[in-house]
């Protein structure tokens, strides 16, 4: 069984930066693809963005420039530089990971417990 540990998050003014991390830890896996999604109040889960273990990368349009995913696979930690903060950035962040488990043999997925990002103006 994976699970992923975030933080990073907290209260920044408008214009800042916050740096989210996600550590997977857990025995006989791989992991995959990696991402960061996002709930706002009110709203539904959406994309953030994405990395596989390759390094390829993708965003949503609204972070575009403005964040960037990385990731250090010796650690299965996955991190998100968040710059020029707005405050309609405001959600819950929550990692998630694709893996393929050796106990099993299967490919499954798992999310982060979330960690609230608050952005004000």
């Known amino acids: 069984q994976v699970q992923l540990v975030e933080s990073g998050g907290g209260l920044v003014q408008a214009g800042g930066s916050l740096r989210l991390s996600c550590a997977a830890s857990?025995?006989?896996?791989?992991?995959?693809?990696m991402g960061w999604y996002r709930q706002a109040p009110g709203k539904q889960r959406e994309l953030v963005a994405a990395?596989?273990?390759?390094?390829?990368?993708n965003y949503a349009d609204s972070v575009k420039g403005r964040f960037t995913i990385s990731r250090d696979n010796a650690k299965n930690t996955v991190y998100l530089q968040m710059n020029s903060l707005k405050p309609g950035d405001t959600a819950v962040y929550y990692c998630?990971?694709?893996?393929?488990?050796?106990?099993?043999?299967?490919?499954?997925?798992?999310w982060g417990q979330g960690t609230l990002v608050t952005v004000s103006s």
């Open positions: 857990g025995s006989r896996f791989s992991i995959n693809a």
């Open positions: 998630n990971a694709d893996y393929i488990s050796f106990s099993s043999d299967k490919y499954l997925e798992v």
């Open positions: 990395i596989t273990s390759g390094g390829s990368t």
